[in-house]
Structure formats: structure tokens, C-alpha cells
């Protein structure tokens, strides 16, 4: 089994179990390094990110959680969303916040020209409303603009690790593009090209299999070939939201990147990140 995760929620924002028991979960079961990665806050109103008025708690929870399993590493983090003009700096929430760890990730994606956010996660209502009202079914611009502000996020924002890349997939189930269709090839190439560039490392996240959304991981069959033939750091996350999703889909990450020739991911010690044979 493997010892790390970086991509865990809580009742901090829209994980289902508490800090503690999350952390007691992952030191039973043999984890050595963890981060603890909540919804960071966004400047408006909404029912799934932490608030700004529980930053000290929440780093206090942490602290104290350090304190309680000296042997197991856990990382202070957060999940960050990037829209462009709208949020906070990451290297400034990272100071203000005491953290040693960012997934940076894109949830709500920003039509160019209204500025409207088109919700991409949560259930495919959301998609599918949100395609026709913001982006008014043009998926081509929708997929577009969602891959162009996740390569704006890396070069500007710098996250460690890139969450669930091509989330833009899960609840397009195949219907209004295909992945194996050019244009996305490129788009997915060209950020893929990004993150090797900026040297930030890329989560397997095998949350939309385990969820029963998708058949494959994020990021799809076809990524993890580029990713091999470019060497691109990977690391496995799985985005867990409550007890039973700490080691969630990690038999299926393993088996998918051995099969596309991936032997080696990065793990995050207390020395930094160093290679892991799978
Ligand atoms: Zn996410
Ligand atoms: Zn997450």
C-alpha cells in the first residue's frame, strides 16, 4: 500500500469526516505523509470552500494533529482555485496561511468575455445548465477556456502539485466531445507541455473512478502516455472526503501507470520530494 496521499478534505470544507478522524484513519492504516488540503476560500459565497474567519482553527487543527502522530508527516495545505482577476494570490495565501503544500485547481472556469463561472464539478446539472447559460453550448470554448486557465494558474501561480488536470471530462460522459477528439488532444498536450515546463508536480486522482463517473483516472489513458514520454513528475492523490477514501483507487492508479510504463512517482518527505518506486 502506498504511505502518502496530499489531496485530503474535511468537515473544514466539504469532506464529510473531521480533521481527527481523517488523521486517525490515515496513521491506522500505515500512512507516513499526508497533507491536509481543504477548499481554500473564495471571495464569494458558497457551500463547499472554507471560510476566511477559520484560517487560525483550522492551522491550529493541524498543528495539533502533528503533535498527536510525531511519526507520521502531515503537511499543511489547501486546495486552491484559480480564476483569473478574482482570486487571492497563492504565494500570498500560502504566507498568510502558514502552509507548506498548494493543490492548485480549477473548479469554476470563467468565460472570457462576461466573466460569468461555469461550476464544472459537483453533479452534471451544474455541467450541463452551466454550458448552456455561460457558454451557450459552445464546448470547444468551454474545454478551451478551462485548460487555458490552468496553464495561466501554473505559470503564474506556482502550485506544488496540479489537481485533477482534465476534470473538465467527468461530467462531459463522453457527450459533447470525445477525448480522443484532436482539438482536445492539443489542448491537453499543450498544458501537459506547462507543467513540465514550470517543474510542478502532476496528481493521479483517481476520484471520478472510485465515484463511478469516469472508467479511467484524471488524467485520462491518453495523458499518462505524454506523461511518460516527457518524464513528468507524478504523484498519486486521491482527493479523499471522508475515512474510506484515504487509500481509495490506489490499486487502480498503481495498475494504470504501470501499464502505461510509468514505474516511479514522487513522494514528499520531511527531506523533500524523492523518487518511489512503484
Ligand atoms: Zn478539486
Ligand atoms: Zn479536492
Redesign the pocket.
Known amino acids: 500500500m502506498l504511505d502518502f496521499n496530499y489531496h485530503i478534505h474535511s468537515t473544514f470544507s466539504d469532506g464529510a469526516s473531521p480533521m481527527w478522524q481523517m488523521t486517525q484513519q490515515a496513521h491506522r492504516s500505515g500512512f507516513k505523509h499526508i497533507a491536509i488540503t481543504d477548499h481554500g476560500p473564495l471571495p464569494f459565497q458558497n457551500d463547499w470552500s472554507i471560510d476566511q474567519a477559520a484560517r487560525k482553527a483550522y492551522i491550529k487543527m493541524i498543528n495539533e494533529q502533528k503533535d498527536l502522530y510525531p511519526d507520521m508527516n502531515i503537511f499543511r495545505g489547501l ?1 486552491l482555485d484559480y480564476i483569473p482577476g478574482i482570486t487571492e494570490d497563492f504565494q500570498k495565501l500560502k504566507e498568510l496561511w502558514d502552509l507548506e503544500l498548494v493543490v492548485g ?1 480549477v ?1 469554476l472556469v470563467k468565460h472570457p468575455e462576461s466573466g460569468k463561472l461555469w461550476f464544472i ?1 459537483g453533479p452534471k446539472q451544474n455541467y450541463d445548465s452551466g454550458l448552456e447559460k455561460i457558454f451557450h453550448q459552445d464546448i470547444k470554448k468551454g474545454v478551451q477556456t478551462y485548460f487555458h486557465q490552468i496553464n495561466e494558474m501554473i505559470r503564474t501561480q506556482k502550485p506544488d502539485i496540479i ?2 488536470i482534465d ?1 473538465i471530462r467527468m461530467n462531459n460522459m463522453k457527450r459533447f466531445f470525445l477525448p480522443s477528439d484532436p482539438w482536445y488532444q492539443e489542448l491537453l498536450e499543450e498544458t501537459l507541455t506547462c507543467v513540465k515546463s514550470c517543474n510542478c508536480i502532476l496528481e493521479i486522482n483517481p476520484r471520478g473512478f472510485y465515484k463511478g463517473k469516469i472508467e479511467d483516472l484524471f488524467p485520462s489513458d491518453i495523458a499518462l502516455e505524454i506523461i511518460r514520454d516527457n518524464n513528468i513528475p507524478v504523484t498519486i492523490n486521491t ?1 479523499a472526503h471522508k475515512t474510506d477514501e484515504l487509500s481509495k483507487g490506489h490499486e487502480k492508479a498503481i495498475k494504470k501507470l504501470k501499464e502505461n510504463g510509468i514505474n516511479s512517482v514522487k513522494r514528499l518527505t520531511e527531506n523533500g520530494w524523492e523518487d518511489y518506486a512503484l
Open positions: 486546495e485547481s473548479h464539478d489537481g485533477h476534470k482527493d
